[in-house]
Each structure stands twice: as structure tokens, then as C-alpha cells.
């Protein structure tokens, strides 16, 4: 026991350091850019405080969007969606596997979840009926809502509370280099055709064009990806496995349009869109789904309609419940 906690604490110690890593660049990078660039090797007082002006306003919004990506904890499920005492007893203590797929229908009848892979998505570990793009995340050893991946970059489960602010730092940190980049390439020239001569500040120089056309490169590519995921309304699992509702799969069963998209994610309010405040739509539980879909399945109606209804009244399809069966993730 006391060998498996120390291998466990270990591996903790161990995811971060991609985020130690990042720092370190980060803080050299500041050094390298305004002591070296900036203080040493910029003689134009003028063209000096404008470099040190947009420099700082990057680095800022750069740090701030990381730390948000990297501190802000995923939100697991709510308590409608946990097993009662008495269900989850009843449950365990039940060895027919029909009669375990009675009891879980009987709970999901009364939540709102479209979705499944021809099952009820129940998450063993975590005793719950997992909520409509909710997945279980075996690094953070929890379900996540609105899971899009785990990053090692930040440490953290990219979901519904950071999806906004990793977005933001992809983005930040994509004009962060290429900012980085543009400025100093000038400064590299003169350097190389020998105009320039201070060894230190060369070598700072060098690689803060190397450093920051790589990490460029790098990030254009993955932020490119994200802009397309978020312009269709998908996750990046979504992406690989198209969600599953009852009618069968549809990969864009939560495409409403691209300025609905948008919306999903940054909010309605668009002066916030830039801004590393949290603004999404809806509280990571249920997501409006396309009409064609909605037309297509009486189950895919929205949160309001499914109320209307009443909970306590079995939905079209419940009579189907036997032939569910029960995911478990591990």
C-alpha cells in the first residue's frame, strides 16, 4: 500500500513537469525579450517602449489564459445524476443482469440524456449515470462534463469549465510567438551579417527566433484543429467517435449553426469573447441539439420540452429498456 502511494504521488510529481517546462521557457523568454532585445540590443528609444508596450499586454493575457487552463478545475456531474443510497444499494445487491438494467433506466427516464452507445452510459467508479458529452477521465480518476481531451501541456482535463480559456491560451500563445518572431527577426539579421556584435545578447537572440517559430508552427496546427471542432460544436472525442443517440450516431447532432457554436463556447456577450472570464452557455449537463435531429427522434427534444412532459411519465422507446445495456468505463 505505502509502495503503490508513493508510485501514485511519483507520477503526480511527474504531469508537471510539461507545465515546469512551459514556465521555464516562459520566464526566459521574458528575460531574453526585454533585457536582451529590449534594454541591450534596441538603440531607438521609440521603437523600445512600443516592443516593451505590445510585449507585456502579450505576456500578460498569455500567463493569465495558462494559469486559468492549467487551476481551473473540471466540473464533475451533478447530484441528480449520482446514484441514490438506496438505488445504488439496490443496485450492487441485484446479480440479474436485466433487473440491474431495469434500475438504471428507471433513473435515466427521469434525467436529460439523449445520448448513448446503444446503452446506458453508467460510469462504475464513479456510481453515476453519466450526463449527454460527459466522459469519465482515467488521469483525474473522475467524469468530466463535456470531456474534450486530457492535456499534459497544462496537466488538466480540457472540458465544459476550461474549454473557453484553453482556446484563449492556444490563441494568445499563438500571437505570443509570432509577435516574439516578427521582432526580432530584424535584430537576427543584423546579427548575422556581423552589424551587430554583443555575443550574450546574439545568442538570447538566436533562440528566441528558433523557440518561437517552432512553438508557431506547432500551434497554428492545433489551434487550427480547435477552431474547426468548435465551428462544427464537437469535442475532440466527439471528433474520433461520433456521439450515439437513439436514432443511431450523428456527428452533428449538436451542430446548431456556426454563430450558435461560437456562442456554446464564448458566451453571447461578445466583448467577453476575449477575455479569460468564464461565459459559456448552459451548466455543462445538457446541450441543445439540431432540429433535424430533434425531428427525427422524439427523445431529442430539448430540457424544457422533456419537463413539460413530466418526468414521472415514461418516455417513447422506455419499452425498449431490456434491450439497454450498461457501459462501464474504466
Given at each position: 500500500m505505502a509502495l503503490w502511494?508513493?508510485?501514485?504521488?511519483?507520477?503526480?510529481?511527474?504531469?508537471?513537469?510539461?507545465?515546469?517546462?512551459?514556465?521555464?521557457?516562459?520566464?526566459?523568454?521574458?528575460?531574453?525579450?526585454?533585457?536582451?532585445?529590449?534594454?541591450?540590443?534596441?538603440?531607438?528609444?521609440?521603437?523600445?517602449?512600443?516592443?516593451?508596450?505590445?510585449?507585456?499586454?502579450?505576456?500578460?493575457?498569455?500567463?493569465?489564459?495558462?494559469w486559468k487552463s492549467v487551476f481551473t478545475l473540471p466540473i464533475q456531474p451533478g447530484k441528480k445524476f449520482h446514484m441514490s443510497y438506496a438505488d445504488q444499494e439496490r443496485y450492487e445487491n441485484e446479480e440479474r443482469p436485466e433487473v440491474q438494467r431495469q434500475i438504471l433506466a428507471e433513473i435515466a427516464r427521469k434525467l436529460p440524456v439523449y445520448t448513448r452507445t446503444g446503452r446506458i452510459r453508467f460510469c462504475d467508479r464513479c456510481q453515476l449515470i453519466k450526463p449527454d458529452r460527459c466522459h469519465h477521465c482515467s488521469v483525474c480518476a473522475m467524469c468530466v462534463l463535456k470531456m474534450?481531451?486530457?492535456?499534459?501541456?497544462?496537466?488538466?482535463?480540457?472540458?465544459?469549465?476550461?474549454?473557453?480559456?484553453?482556446?484563449?491560451?492556444?490563441?494568445?500563445?499563438?500571437?505570443?510567438?509570432?509577435?516574439?518572431?516578427a521582432t526580432v527577426f530584424k535584430y537576427f539579421i543584423k546579427y548575422w551579417?556581423?552589424?551587430?556584435?554583443?555575443?550574450?545578447?546574439?545568442f538570447h537572440i538566436l533562440f528566441l527566433l528558433f523557440v518561437a517559430i517552432m512553438f508557431f508552427v506547432s500551434l497554428m496546427f492545433l489551434f487550427g484543429y480547435h477552431c474547426w471542432l468548435v465551428s462544427r460544436n464537437r469535442s475532440t472525442l466527439e471528433a474520433f467517435s461520433a456521439p450515439v443517440f437513439?436514432?443511431?450516431?450523428?456527428?452533428?447532432?449538436?451542430?446548431?449553426?456556426?454563430?450558435?457554436?461560437?456562442?456554446?463556447?464564448?458566451?453571447?456577450?461578445?466583448?467577453?469573447?476575449?477575455?479569460?472570464?468564464?461565459?459559456?452557455?448552459?451548466?455543462?449537463?445538457?446541450?441543445?441539439?439540431?432540429?433535424?435531429?430533434?425531428?427525427?427522434?422524439?427523445?431529442?427534444?430539448?430540457?424544457?420540452?422533456?419537463?413539460?412532459?413530466?418526468?414521472?411519465?415514461?418516455?417513447?422507446?422506455?419499452?425498449?429498456?431490456?434491450?439497454?445495456?450498461?457501459?462501464?468505463?474504466?
Open positions: 502511494r508513493g508510485l501514485r504521488c511519483c507520477r503526480r510529481a511527474f504531469a508537471w513537469l510539461p507545465v515546469l517546462l512551459i514556465a521555464l521557457l516562459l520566464l526566459w523568454s521574458y528575460y531574453g525579450y526585454v533585457c536582451e532585445l529590449c534594454l541591450v540590443t534596441v538603440s531607438n528609444p521609440v521603437e523600445k517602449v512600443a516592443y516593451l508596450v505590445v510585449f507585456h499586454i502579450l505576456f500578460v493575457l498569455f500567463v493569465w489564459t495558462y474534450d481531451h486530457h492535456c499534459p501541456w497544462v496537466n488538466n482535463c480540457i472540458g465544459f469549465s476550461n474549454y473557453k480559456f484553453f482556446l484563449l491560451f492556444l490563441a494568445y500563445s499563438l500571437l505570443y510567438c509570432l509577435y516574439i518572431a551579417t556581423g552589424e551587430l556584435t554583443n555575443g550574450r545578447s546574439k437513439q436514432n443511431g450516431p450523428d456527428k452533428n447532432g449538436f451542430n446548431l449553426g456556426f454563430v450558435k457554436n461560437l456562442q456554446q463556447v464564448f458566451g453571447e456577450e461578445k466583448k467577453l469573447w476575449l477575455l479569460p472570464i468564464a461565459s459559456s452557455q448552459g451548466d455543462g449537463h445538457f446541450f441543445p441539439m439540431r432540429a433535424l435531429s430533434e425531428a427525427r427522434n422524439p427523445l431529442l427534444t430539448n430540457e424544457e420540452q422533456w419537463e413539460e412532459d413530466g418526468l414521472d411519465e415514461e418516455p417513447q422507446g422506455s419499452g425498449e429498456a431490456s434491450s439497454l445495456a450498461i457501459e462501464r468505463e474504466t
